[in-house]
């Protein structure tokens, strides 16, 4: 054991080598009160007993120590430091809090909490084809963190479709081995005091890290891998400005890489840190790439994007049937939320909501609200809750907040709902006054404190934008047009929650919304058509969209017209396409499931082109009128394939790395990109260039082509 790394190790946390020996070592702490002397023994003649006595009298908490190893030592001081033996019931206390906030409003029943596992895909950097996740997915992201090195899990999925449920259960997972791992569990929320990430992350580390552990001990940690970092919603705090379906133009990315910065510095030696956000086209853009490969393989990146729900492992067997029987379409309810109320609800009211499904997402909040009665002996009617909470989610979207301190959310219930309030007060049973009565509220089932108690937040994504979506729909369009600027991600949550709603409710808030279409990022834009209206209006040019799932979907030119635009990553699912809406178009790494084309199509080339779409042999892509074929000779030039396969090397020039293939659009700007995309394309069939969806990568017959050819 080499005696010097056992030296520099004490004084990582904190202590001063008094004595240094070749047979022992004293070492000191002085903290506060606590005065600690711990003599590491390393000859059998060494006088212990003396020195022990020694220090015991100038008053040390002296301890005899023989570490036979680094690891031994780092153990003892980690569990020391960290107070290990609390970390099992702190991961308990947390989860279990977490776990009843979830289904207390099902007051009276013997309904607990349960996860399920969410179908999932995973991508890796270095992986050709993305992976459809067979196993459960905490087992799989924990036999990720438990590889050695450093490594950054990234989950991803849309607004309420179970990131912080997966966040808790990987926060559970610890319980196994909470005697040598302490996790951090941080949830991120925008309030009005929301500052810079760094010291936003920094803040809620110190509230949960239970120990008086300077922050440069705790750095040390999570470097180590004992402290592993759980930050549940990293999205919260990214600019309302960001668009999160653009293809990822670098001034919007500088905040994003900023925050990012923060992590990647701490990314080195065996550091776990798993981010949970919404979906967005941040982590499948180039600079994210780029970003990554900053750092010089200091760590690999895992992304694994949670999908839509499998409907059969939330129900019975009985009630999936019911609803297959009474052919009610599977995507009006394939939100976990509303299936937790189908799987909970007792069979006669599972029966009787069956036979209108459009009012399931309505009487899911009349179920929850009547039982919110029982649950804290409220005499408010379910209908005046409603009421009550929709304008709280309004004024949240007024402060561009997502959680508020409890005295702030309790002044904001009372100044849009103090009459309402008022005289419920003078029906009270038992005397209150408006402040108690509003205190009440804030112990609300719609609202969620666990984890800090002083913070409240609607209880999820779903809940916070059906309810904005709602008070949207009621109130004048001059709310929405006030907005300045426009918060997209919180009208992004409304729009997403009204998926399963009636379609005269769809209608009535894309009426209210098309007013500030031209204030929408071009993704918000799309997407509040899609959902609400299932067709496209309006004309774009040069946009990009990244990561989209279309589905149901008629685009035709009389409608949309979209001109200098590029598809990425995106799946195009049951979709009607007029030719005529695309002008120079570019799809790549799209996937067409059951799509067709509109009858009246035009004869003339409208320069749709497509990079590494798969159409699953339906005939779909050929069927366009895309780009004649060019002449082959400029395409098989040498060295224009030598400078596409160079794309495909690290700075080094040996070492191969994934690109993007619209990040090449970008990096051939001023060639013929029918030409450079023709020679991509023969490269690819010649087996140098590998393909999935967006992502390419170098066969070992490419690099062997690349260097056998390379200009030195």
Same mark, same amino acid.
């Given at each position: 054991?080499?005696?010097?790394?056992?030296?520099?190790?004490?004084?990582?946390?904190?202590?001063?080598?008094?004595?240094?020996?070749?047979?022992?070592?004293?070492?000191?702490?002085?903290?506060?009160?606590?005065?600690?002397? !711990?003599?590491?023994?390393?000859?059998?003649?060494?006088?212990?007993?003396?020195?022990?006595?020694?220090?015991?009298?100038?008053?040390?908490?002296?301890?005899?120590?023989?570490?036979?190893?680094?690891?031994?030592?780092?153990?003892?001081?980690?569990?020391?430091?960290?107070?290990?033996?609390? #970390?099992?019931?702190?991961?308990?206390?947390?989860?279990?809090?977490?776990?009843?906030?979830?289904?207390?409003?099902?007051?009276?029943?013997?309904?607990?909490?349960?996860?399920?596992?969410?179908?999932?895909?995973?991508?890796?950097?270095?992986?050709?084809?993305?992976?459809?996740?067979?196993?459960?997915?905490?087992?799989?992201?924990? *036999?990720?963190?438990?590889?050695?090195?450093?490594?950054?899990?990234?989950?991803?999925?849309?607004?309420?479709?179970?990131?912080?449920?997966?966040?808790?259960?990987?926060?559970?997972?610890?319980?196994?081995?909470?005697?040598?791992?302490?996790?951090?569990?941080?949830?991120?929320?925008?309030?009005?005091?929301?500052?810079?990430?760094?010291?936003?992350?920094?803040?809620?580390?110190?509230?949960?890290?239970? #120990?008086?552990?300077?922050?440069?001990?705790?750095?040390?940690?999570?470097?180590?891998? $004992?402290?592993?970092?759980?930050?549940?919603?990293?999205?919260?705090?990214?600019?309302?400005?960001?668009?999160?379906?653009?293809?990822?133009?670098?001034?919007?990315?500088?905040?994003?890489?900023?925050?990012?910065?923060?992590?990647?510095?701490?990314?080195?030696?065996?550091?776990?840190?798993?981010?949970?956000?919404?979906?967005?086209?941040?982590?499948?853009?180039?600079?994210?790439?780029?970003?990554?490969?900053?750092?010089?393989?200091?760590?690999?990146?895992?992304?694994?994007?949670?999908?839509?729900?499998?409907?059969?492992?939330?129900?019975?067997?009985?009630?999936?049937?019911?609803?297959?029987?009474?052919?009610?379409?599977?995507?009006?309810?394939?939100?976990?939320?509303?299936?937790?109320?189908?799987?909970?609800?007792?069979?006669?009211?599972?029966?009787?909501?069956?036979?209108?499904?459009?009012?399931?997402?309505?009487?899911?909040?009349?179920?929850?609200?009547? $039982?919110?009665?029982?649950?804290?002996?409220?005499?408010?009617?379910?209908?005046?809750?409603?009421?009550?909470?929709?304008?709280?989610?309004?004024?949240?979207?007024?402060?561009?907040?997502?959680?508020?301190? $409890?005295?702030?959310?309790?002044?904001?219930?009372?100044?849009?709902?103090?009459?309402?309030?008022?005289?419920?007060?003078?029906?009270?049973?038992?005397?209150?006054?408006?402040?108690?009565?509003?205190? #009440?509220?804030?112990?609300?089932?719609?609202?969620?404190?666990?984890?800090?108690?002083?913070?409240?937040?609607?209880?999820?994504?779903?809940?916070?934008?059906?309810?904005?979506?709602?008070?949207?729909?009621?109130?004048?369009?001059?709310?929405?047009?006030?907005?300045?600027?426009?918060?997209?991600?919180?009208?992004?949550?409304?729009? @997403?929650?009204?998926?399963?709603?009636?379609?005269?409710?769809?209608?009535?808030?894309?009426?209210?919304?098309?007013?500030?279409?031209?204030?929408? %990022?071009?993704?918000?834009?799309?997407?509040?058509?899609?959902?609400?209206?299932?067709?496209?209006?309006?004309?774009?040019?040069?946009?990009?969209?990244? %990561?989209?799932?279309?589905?149901?979907?008629?685009?035709?030119? !009389?409608? @949309?017209?979209?001109?200098?635009?590029?598809?990425?990553?995106?799946?195009?699912? $049951?979709?009607?396409?007029?030719?005529?809406?695309?002008?120079?178009?570019?799809?790549?790494?799209?996937?067409?499931?059951?799509?067709?084309?509109?009858?009246?199509?035009?004869?003339?080339?409208?320069?749709?082109?497509?990079?590494?779409?798969?159409?699953?042999?339906?005939?779909?892509?050929?069927?366009?009128?895309?780009?004649?074929?060019?002449?082959?000779?400029?395409? *098989?030039?040498?060295?224009?394939?030598?400078?596409?396969?160079?794309?495909?090397?690290?700075?080094?020039?040996?070492?191969?790395?994934?690109?993007?293939?619209?990040?090449?659009?970008?990096?051939?700007?001023?060639?013929?990109?029918?030409?450079?995309?023709?020679?991509?394309?023969?490269?690819?069939?010649?087996?140098?260039?590998?393909?999935?969806?967006?992502?390419?990568?170098?066969?070992?017959?490419?690099?062997?082509?690349?260097?056998?050819?390379?200009?030195?």
């Amino acid at each position: 054991m080499d005696i010097d790394n056992i030296d520099r190790l004490f004084q990582e946390y904190g202590y001063d080598i008094k004595e240094s020996t070749a047979s022992y070592r004293v070492y000191l702490l002085n903290q506060g009160m606590y005065h600690g002397a !711990e003599i590491q023994i390393m000859n059998d003649n060494t006088e212990e007993t003396q020195i022990f006595e020694r220090y015991s009298k100038l008053g040390y908490h002296a301890k005899k120590q023989r570490f036979r190893s680094i690891e031994e030592a780092e153990s003892y001081l980690f569990k020391g430091f960290f107070n290990t033996q609390t #970390t099992a019931n702190d991961i308990n206390r947390r989860y279990t809090e977490f776990a009843t906030n979830q289904v207390k409003h099902y007051c009276g029943s013997d309904i607990k909490y349960q996860y399920i596992s969410m179908p999932y895909s995973i991508y890796k950097e270095d992986a050709e084809d993305a992976i459809n996740g067979t196993s459960d997915i905490i087992s799989v992201i924990k *036999e990720t963190i438990n590889r050695k090195g450093a490594h950054l899990v990234v989950v991803e999925a849309a607004a309420g479709f179970g990131k912080t449920c997966t966040a808790y259960e990987i926060y559970k997972s610890f319980l196994d081995s909470s005697e040598y791992h302490k996790p951090i569990f941080t949830e991120l929320s925008r309030n009005r005091d929301a500052k810079q990430f760094k010291y936003i992350l920094w803040s809620e580390i110190d509230k949960e890290k239970d #120990t008086t552990a300077k922050q440069e001990l705790v750095v040390y940690n999570i470097k180590k891998g $004992r402290i592993p970092l759980i930050i549940d919603g990293f999205d919260e705090l990214l600019s309302k400005n960001i668009d999160p379906g653009k293809t990822g133009q670098l001034n919007e990315f500088e905040q994003v890489e900023t925050m990012l910065s923060t992590i990647g510095d701490l990314l080195t030696d065996e550091a776990k840190i798993i981010l949970t956000s919404r979906k967005t086209a941040i982590f499948a853009g180039t600079e994210f790439g780029d970003w990554v490969d900053s750092y010089n393989g200091n760590f690999d990146v895992i992304r694994f994007q949670l999908e839509k729900p499998n409907i059969k492992q939330w129900l019975s067997t009985e009630r999936y049937e019911e609803i297959i029987g009474k052919n009610i379409p599977l995507e009006s309810i394939s939100n976990p939320v509303l299936l937790t109320y189908l799987r909970n609800i007792d069979q006669n009211n599972f029966s009787d909501l069956l036979i209108y499904p459009e009012t399931i997402t309505d009487k899911y909040f009349e179920y929850l609200l009547n $039982r919110e009665k029982e649950r804290q002996n409220l005499i408010i009617r379910w209908e005046d809750q409603m009421q009550i909470f929709e304008n709280l989610a309004r004024s949240f979207v007024e402060f561009d907040i997502t959680g508020e301190n $409890r005295s702030f959310v309790k002044e904001l219930i009372i100044e849009y709902n103090k009459s309402r309030l008022l005289d419920y007060k003078e029906l009270m049973p038992t005397k209150q006054t408006l402040e108690e009565l509003a205190d #009440t509220l804030t112990n609300h089932a719609l609202l969620d404190r666990a984890g800090n108690k002083d913070f409240i937040s609607f209880i999820n994504e779903f809940i916070f934008g059906y309810l904005l979506g709602k008070s949207i729909q009621k109130e004048p369009v001059a709310f929405l047009q006030k907005l300045a600027p426009l918060p997209n991600n919180l009208i992004e949550l409304a729009v @997403c929650s009204y998926k399963y709603s009636s379609k005269k409710d769809k209608l009535e808030l894309w009426n209210k919304l098309s007013v500030i279409k031209d204030k929408m %990022s071009f993704y918000l834009a799309v997407i509040t058509d899609c959902v609400l209206i299932g067709k496209i209006m309006g004309t774009y040019e040069c946009k990009g969209l990244n %990561s989209f799932h279309f589905e149901d979907l008629k685009i035709f030119s !009389e409608e @949309c017209k979209f001109t200098e635009t590029s598809f990425v990553d995106s799946v195009f699912e $049951r979709c009607t396409f007029d030719v005529n809406a695309f002008h120079n178009v570019t799809f790549t790494g799209c996937k067409f499931i059951d799509c067709n084309m509109r009858d009246n199509l035009s004869s003339c080339s409208h320069n749709i082109h497509f990079y590494g779409c798969d159409d699953y042999n339906n005939g779909f892509i050929s069927s366009l009128k895309v780009m004649p074929t060019f002449d082959l000779q400029k395409q *098989e030039d040498i060295d224009l394939e030598i400078e596409i396969l160079g794309k495909f090397f690290k700075v080094d020039g040996k070492s191969p790395k994934m690109k993007y293939i619209s990040a090449l659009r970008k990096e051939f700007e001023g060639q013929d990109l029918d030409v450079v995309f023709a020679t991509f394309e023969i490269l690819k069939k010649k087996g140098m260039i590998l393909i999935d969806g967006n992502n390419s990568h170098i066969s070992k017959s490419g690099i062997s082509y690349y260097h056998k050819n390379i200009q030195i």
